[in-house]
């Protein structure tokens, strides 16, 4: 029975490479349309939160997060605009003091993502203000 559950916890997060945010996740393909969108041609950094991948579905504890790395990435010179994808990364950057514009996270468990419209509302607000002068 605990042998399954893992099994069935690995075929979920096939993420492997905590230093590695999105790429092979379940939510790559989302993120790289949202990035395409938002930031199109353009150089972006993506940070993980924190190096835990948990094995169920479940929240990074605020125990997990690696503020640090977080804050020495977001202070980055290259850095003008940070968006947050879903409440963890915002929880985080709150807590170490960044300005940020909040995104659902891309998971495809996210019922958010349901709503289309929903979806290319926000995402458009953010784009707007990642480079406010793409809409003058």
Not at 6 to 27: E, H, N
Not at 91 to 100: C, P, R, S, T
Request: proline share 6%.
């Amino acid at each position: 029975s605990t042998q399954s559950r893992s099994s069935a916890a690995s075929d979920v997060y096939k993420r492997q490479d905590p230093q590695v945010a999105m790429i092979g996740a379940k939510c790559e393909k989302t993120f790289t349309e949202w990035a395409n969108y938002l930031v199109p041609n353009k150089f972006y950094r993506v940070v993980n939160v924190s190096d835990v991948i948990p094995t169920t579905n479940r929240a990074i504890k605020r125990s997990e997060y690696d503020l640090l790395r977080l804050c020495n990435e977001t202070i980055h010179p290259a850095v003008t605009k940070v968006v947050a994808l879903g409440n963890t990364a915002a929880d985080a950057l709150d807590i170490i003091g960044i300005k940020y514009f909040k995104l659902p996270h891309p998971s495809p468990l996210n019922r958010f993502l349901n709503n289309k419209e929903q979806v290319d509302a926000v995402l458009q607000e953010c784009k707007q203000w990642i480079d406010p002068s793409s809409f003058q």
